[in-house]
C-alpha cells in the first residue's frame, strides 16, 4: 500500500502540510509563553496572527490536494480529522492570546505560567506525533498519547481546584469572571491537543 504510494509520490506532500501545520501550534504556545512573561504583547499577537495565517494557508493546500490526488498516504477522512483537530487547538491558543491583550493589567495577579507551561508541552507532543506518523510506530504514539492523557487529567484537577477556590470567596467579582473564562480557555486549548494526539495514534493503531 504505502510503496504504491510512494511511486505517485504524494505521501511527503500530506506529511509535510500536516507537520507545518502542527509546528504552527508550537510556535503558538512559545508565543504564548513568551505573552504571559509579559513581553510586548503586539509583538507577540502578531505572532499569532503569523502562525494562524500559516495553518490556514497549509489547510486550505491539504483540502485542495485531497481533491486532486486520487492516492493518499492516509484515509482521506482521518487526513481530514487530523487536520481540523490541529486547526482547533490553533484556534484556541489564539482565542485566549487575543482576550490576555484586550484585558491587559487586569490579569496581573493571576499565575498562568504552570498551565501555559502544559498547554506547551501538549502542543510539542502533538507535533512530534505528526512528524512521526510516516513511520507508524504504535509503542512511541502509545507514550505520547499517553503522556498527552495525563496532561488532560493534571488540567481538569487544577480546573477543579479552581473552582473551589473561586466559590470559597477567594477572589473579588472581577478576578472571578477573568479566572473563570481564562483558565477555561487554556483547559480547552490542552483538550484540543489532546485530541489531535488521540487522531494520530487511532490512525497508527488502524495501519498497524
Do not use: W
Amino acid at each position: 500500500m504505502f510503496s504504491l504510494q510512494t511511486i505517485f509520490g504524494k505521501g511527503d506532500l500530506f506529511y509535510g502540510l500536516l507537520n507545518t501545520a502542527a509546528d504552527a501550534v508550537v510556535q503558538s504556545a512559545d508565543g504564548l509563553r513568551e505573552l504571559i512573561k509579559g513581553h510586548d504583547a503586539q509583538a507577540n499577537l502578531a505572532e499569532f496572527k503569523l502562525a494562524r495565517e500559516r495553518e490556514k494557508e497549509v489547510a486550505a493546500k491539504i483540502s485542495q490536494a485531497l481533491v486532486d490526488v486520487f492516492v493518499t498516504p492516509l484515509e482521506r477522512e482521518d487526513i481530514e480529522a487530523l487536520g481540523n483537530a490541529i486547526h482547533r487547538a490553533l484556534k484556541s491558543i489564539e482565542k485566549f492570546a487575543d482576550r490576555y491583550v484586550l484585558a491587559g493589567d487586569g490579569l496581573r495577579k493571576i499565575e498562568f505560567g504552570p498551565r501555559v507551561n502544559m498547554l506547551h508541552e501538549a502542543a510539542t507532543l502533538v507535533a512530534d506525533m505528526v512528524h512521526h506518523l510516516p513511520k507508524m510506530k504504535l509503542d512511541l504514539m502509545k507514550q505520547r498519547y499517553d503522556r498527552l492523557r495525563a496532561i488532560e487529567n493534571e488540567a481538569d484537577r487544577l480546573m477543579l481546584e479552581t473552582y473551589r477556590d473561586m466559590y470559597s470567596g477567594k477572589y473579588g467579582g472581577l478576578e472571578v469572571l477573568l479566572i473563570k473564562d481564562f483558565f477555561e480557555l487554556l483547559e480547552k486549548a490542552i483538550d484540543r491537543c489532546r485530541t489531535a494526539g488521540e487522531v494520530c495514534y487511532e490512525i497508527v493503531l488502524k495501519n498497524s
